[in-house]
C-alpha cells in the first residue's frame, strides 16, 4: 500500500514570496490534515478535510494561508506572504475516519523563510 | 497553548533502564495515540487506546489509558538505542474526531 506522498521535501523562500504544498492522502482515506511541526514542538493542526470539505481550519492563519482538497483526493496548501515565522516542517496526514482511526504521515515538506 | 501536556521534555538514559513518559490534558478524549517520530520523517503510529483504564503491551512498551480518557502513559522496560526518537501522544475528538498532539518528549537512549 503506497503512503502519504507530499512534496516538495524542502522548500528555501524569501519572506514575502508565495509557496504551495502538495499531498496525495493514502487511495480511500476520507480525512486529510495538515500540521505545522515547529523545531522542537508537536504537531499544530492547521486544517482537517472530510472529503472535500472542510472540518476544522480554526488554527489556520486565514489572512496568508489557504488549503484546498478537490475532488476528496489530492490537496495544496498555499502560504503568500511568507513570514519568517513560517519555517518549519509541513506534515500532511490522512486516515480513514478522524481521530478514531489511526493517521498515516508523509515525511513533510521542511519550509525555511528567509 | 497545547491541549496535552506531555512531560518530561527531554529524558536521556542509558541502555537497559526503564523510562515512562507521561500525557495528560484537561479534556476528555475518544481515544489516545502514540506516535514516535525520527528526525526528517514524520510520526509513526505505535498504539490507539480507546477505552478507559486500557492497557496495551507492545514488546518491551506499555500503553495504559487513564479511567477517566483524561491522560496516558507509556513505559519502555530495558531501553534500547532503537528506541531513540521524539514520542508524541495525540488525542482524539468526538464527532469528525479532530486529532491534537502534545508537545513531545524527547528519548535518548545511549549504549
Known amino acids: 500500500e503506497a503512503g502519504v506522498a507530499q512534496s516538495p521535501r524542502y522548500k528555501i523562500i524569501e519572506k514575502r514570496q508565495s509557496v504551495a504544498f502538495w499531498c496525495n492522502p493514502i487511495?480511500?482515506?476520507?480525512?486529510l490534515y495538515w500540521y505545522q511541526q515547529i523545531l522542537g514542538q508537536g504537531p499544530k493542526l492547521l486544517i482537517q478535510?472530510?472529503?472535500?470539505?472542510?472540518?476544522?481550519d480554526s488554527q489556520l492563519p486565514k489572512d496568508r494561508f489557504s488549503a484546498e482538497r478537490l475532488k476528496g483526493v489530492d490537496s495544496t496548501l498555499k502560504i503568500q506572504p511568507a513570514k519568517l515565522e513560517d519555517s518549519a516542517v509541513y506534515l500532511c496526514?490522512?486516515?480513514?475516519?478522524?481521530?478514531?482511526?489511526?493517521?498515516?504521515f508523509g515525511q513533510g515538506t521542511r519550509l525555511t523563510v528567509v | 497553548t497545547q491541549l496535552l501536556e506531555q512531560s518530561p521534555q527531554f529524558l536521556s538514559i542509558q541502555e537497559g533502564e526503564n523510562l515512562t513518559v507521561y500525557c495528560n490534558s484537561s479534556?476528555?478524549?475518544?481515544?489516545l495515540q502514540w506516535y514516535r517520530q525520527e528526525p526528517g520523517e514524520g510520526p509513526v503510529l505505535l498504539v490507539t487506546?480507546?477505552?478507559?483504564?486500557e492497557v496495551k503491551k507492545l514488546k518491551r512498551l506499555t500503553f495504559q489509558f487513564g479511567d477517566a480518557r483524561k491522560d496516558s502513559s507509556l513505559h519502555i522496560t530495558a531501553a534500547q538505542p532503537g528506541d531513540t526518537g521524539l514520542y508524541l501522544c495525540?488525542?482524539?475528538?468526538?464527532?469528525?474526531?479532530?486529532?491534537?498532539f502534545g508537545a513531545g518528549t524527547q528519548v535518548v537512549v545511549t549504549p
Open positions: 496526514a490522512s486516515s480513514l475516519d478522524g481521530g478514531r482511526t489511526e493517521a498515516f
Open positions: 487511495s480511500g482515506h476520507a480525512t
Open positions: 478535510f472530510q472529503n472535500n470539505g472542510v472540518v476544522d
Open positions: 479534556s476528555v478524549f475518544s481515544s
Open positions: 487506546v480507546v477505552t478507559g483504564g
Open positions: 495525540a488525542g482524539g475528538g468526538y464527532s469528525w474526531g479532530k486529532l491534537q
